[in-house]
């Protein structure tokens, strides 16, 4: 038996729907969310006017830039719950948007990659090196989805 592996970073590549910056919107609590990268990254900054500005960013990559900036004060339990805080958005992101629930279930028991050199902790490292937790917890949103379905 051979094991899948599913590659994704880019959005516009294939899978990119997995990715935190294609482009799903989400609603929590009423209030919308362009993506879930936008989502993710105001949380380091819970209820500030700094989270606002990052929700109203133009693009994902402007709002992981915002949201990277160590000079704005990040919650400082945010290691400890960044796993649980990403969880959520993934959870909220592949709940609201049936499209994204069934190719998440069509990866089947694939082994899902975030697959890049730049991230070591969400992604894989590029060689496998990093401990991609970014497609760890997508699996974990797949076995919820798939339960919740029988
Ligand atoms: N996909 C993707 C990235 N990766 C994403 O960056 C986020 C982690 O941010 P941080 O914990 O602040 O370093 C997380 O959503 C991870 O999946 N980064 C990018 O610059 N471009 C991209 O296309």
């Known amino acids: 038996m051979t094991l899948d592996v599913i590659h994704f970073y880019r959005p ?7 990715s935190n910056f294609a482009p799903y919107p989400l609603l929590i609590d009423a209030v ?7 989502l993710f990254q105001a949380s380091k900054f819970a209820d500030t006017p700094y989270a606002e500005e990052i929700r109203r960013a133009p693009n994902p990559m402007e709002a992981a830039r915002l949201g990277r ?6 919650r400082r339990d945010w290691y400890g719950v960044r796993d649980a805080v990403m969880k959520k958005a993934l959870l909220a992101k592949f709940t609201q948007h049936g499209d994204l629930r069934a ?3 069509s990866t089947g028991d694939a082994l899902l990659v ?11 490292g590029g060689d ?4 991609n937790r970014l ?5 974990e949103v797949r ?5 919740a379905a029988s």
């Open 128 to 131: 496998g090196s990093g401990r």
């Open 135 to 139: 497609g760890l917890l997508l699996m």
């Open 114 to 124: 975030e697959h890049t050199k730049n991230d070591r902790y969400w992604g894989d």
């Open 69 to 74: 900036d160590h000079t704005r004060g990040m």
């Open 12 to 18: 516009t590549d294939p899978w990119g729907e997995l």
């Open 103 to 105: 190719l998440l279930l």
């Open 32 to 38: 919308e969310w362009p993506t879930s990268e936008h």
């Open 143 to 147: 076995e919820q989805l798939r339960v």
